[in-house]
């Protein structure tokens, strides 16, 4: 199985804020490597897929970047809505796997 | 758009078996997509179950690959899942997912609500 490692686990921000959210693959996932958010009691939300494709309807705030092991999710001004849980999947190969996910927080 | 919808008990008792139905609207199950369960345990982190194609061909989580089957009903345009022997680390929120086609990659673009399943007698 392909392990999805994120950093931090956890993080405080301000709205307005500059925040980067990193995810390393076990081994090369080329850019199959897709971010979710996901906020208390609903299900997740694409935001970015193949690494630095935004997703329709996501703001553009939001950016990915990466290939083969190493990713960034970015996101360029906290808005305080985007306080919420982000994980990373890679659609790589089966079994799919997860990041353990990294909590925003308000600072 | 196309849209999911979790349905089954809430309450599953030990060594039992769990089983779910997730319907599909707004779309066809025979599209070039594969269709997935994924699961949160309270408080924890998203693992993936396993999918299913229109086909009925199937890839599974090694880790629950002995109790699991995905199967696919295309008269009801729905997928389903059962998970036998189950035990309380089983208690989860349990989702639907479509993987993208395309260039998307199999990324999962669209989400069931989640159905809660708790194993207790």
């Known amino acids: 199985d392909i392990q999805m490692t994120q950093s931090p686990s956890s993080l405080s921000a301000s709205v307005g804020d500059r925040v980067t959210i990193t995810c390393r693959a076990s081994?090369?996932?080329?850019?199959?490597l897709n971010w979710y958010q996901q906020k208390p009691g609903k299900a997740p939300k694409l935001l970015i897929y193949a690494a630095s494709s935004l997703q329709s309807g996501v703001p553009s705030r939001f950016s990915g970047s990466g290939s083969g092991t190493d990713f960034t999710l970015t996101i360029s001004s906290l808005q305080p809505e985007d306080f919420a849980t982000y994980y990373c999947?890679?659609?790589?190969?089966?079994?799919?796997?997860f990041g353990q996910g990294t909590r925003l927080e308000i600072k | 758009q196309v849209q999911l919808q979790e349905s089954g008990p809430g309450l599953v008792k030990p060594s039992g078996t769990l089983s779910l139905t997730c319907a599909v609207s707004?779309?066809?199950?025979?599209?070039?997509?594969?269709w997935s369960w994924v699961r949160q345990p309270p408080g924890k982190g998203l693992e993936w179950i396993g999918e299913?194609?229109?086909?009925?061909?199937?890839n599974y989580n090694p880790s629950l690959k002995s109790r699991v089957t995905i199967s696919v009903d295309k008269s009801k345009n729905q997928f389903s899942l059962k998970l036998s022997s189950v035990t309380a680390a089983d208690t989860a929120v349990y989702y639907c997912?479509?993987?993208?086609?395309?260039?998307?990659?199999?990324?999962?673009?669209?989400w069931g609500q989640g159905t809660m399943v708790t194993v207790s007698s």
């Open positions: 707004g779309g066809s199950i025979s599209s070039s997509n594969w």
């Open positions: 999947q890679q659609s790589y190969s089966t079994p799919r796997t």
């Open positions: 081994q090369s996932i080329s850019s199959y």
């Open positions: 299913i194609y229109h086909s009925g061909s199937t």
């Open positions: 997912a479509r993987g993208g086609s395309g260039a998307a990659q199999d990324a999962f673009d669209i």
